[in-house]
């Protein structure tokens, strides 16, 4: 059975930085592509970053510059380094594995950016 689990989010102030860490088990996290996703309530879930099994990376233009995904092979781990922290990011974030025949969720964990 596939498990992700996110940790690493809270209260930071705007400016502040935070490091999200997504635990995956049960699955062959080597060669999959992994993401990281927002989603405030009542919005759309929006893609903020991507990490693919050579460990090339993809952000959303608003986050390019503030936010680095970077990922552990050995411990199948995926992280998300957000600096530079701004109200908007304000939301919750989920992680996101995606394989050839499923895509699976952790269950989010809740960023707050104070002003």
């Known amino acids: 059975q596939v498990q992700l689990v996110e940790s690493g989010g809270g209260l930071v102030q705007d400016g502040g930085s935070l490091r999200l860490s997504c635990a995956v088990s049960?699955?062959?996290?080597?060669?999959?592509?992994m993401r990281w996703y927002r989603q405030a309530p009542g919005k759309q879930r929006e893609l903020v970053a991507t990490?693919?099994?050579?460990?090339?990376?993809s952000y959303l233009d608003s986050v390019k510059d503030r936010f680095t995904t970077s990922r552990d092979n050995a411990e199948n781990r995926v992280y998300l380094q957000m600096n530079s922290l701004k109200s908007n990011d304000t939301t919750v974030y989920y992680c996101?594995?995606?394989?050839?025949?499923?895509?699976?969720w952790g269950q989010g964990t809740q960023v707050t950016v104070s002003s």
């Open positions: 996101n594995m995606l394989t050839k025949s499923a895509s699976y």
């Open positions: 049960g699955g062959i996290f080597d060669f999959n592509k």
């Open positions: 990490i693919n099994s050579g460990s090339g990376t």
